[in-house]
């Protein structure tokens, strides 16, 4: 990455530090998120391991992915990469992504072909995923590389604190 986004994450910090809204968290990481990488469409999905199920906490589009409910884990290559291996699955083509998603078709009406999905784990627990979604091809080892390097410290501030809220 050869920008600086120093300013990016100050302003993280200040909106973290200073907004006590229920997903003021989540707004703070998903200004971030589409400063460093972009992102049309920026999900946050919780993880509870010991009852298979994940829920999403945040959206940025609750007409198509509302924050509500649960889903099912499924058990797929995606699951083996974020779950197994604890890294970022990325696909950036709806060919790929239709191999994990069965809402690849919703995903695609959205005008988005590229995923990245960050897992968020903290004292070997993983909390969930932080899913950024845009159009094909978006998600290049640049703006991979710049998600795990500038991304991850701040997702995780943003779970703990979104967790003491009572989300």
Not at 27 to 54: C, H, N, P, W, Y
Not at 138 to 146: D, F, K
Request: proline share 5%.
């Amino acid at each position: 990455m050869n920008r600086d986004y120093t300013a990016a994450l100050a302003d993280f910090d200040c909106a973290i530090a200073t907004d006590t809204s229920g997903d003021a968290p989540w707004i703070a990481l998903q200004t971030l998120v589409r400063e460093v990488i972009g992102a049309k469409l920026f999900t946050v999905m919780l993880s509870d391991m010991k009852a298979g199920l994940a829920r999403r906490a945040y959206t940025s589009d609750p007409a198509n992915y509302p924050a509500s409910g649960t889903k099912p884990t499924h058990r797929n290559e995606w699951f083996d990469i974020v779950h197994g291996e604890r890294r970022a699955f990325v696909a950036n083509t709806i060919e790929d992504i239709a191999k994990v998603f069965p809402d690849h078709e919703l995903i695609k009406s959205l005008g988005c072909e590229s995923v990245i999905n960050l897992p968020v784990y903290i004292g070997g627990e993983m909390l969930g995923t932080v899913n950024c979604l845009d159009v094909a091809h978006h998600y290049t080892p640049e703006r991979v590389e710049g998600a795990k390097n500038l991304l991850n410290i701040p997702a995780k501030l943003a779970f703990l604190i979104a967790g003491n809220q009572g989300l």
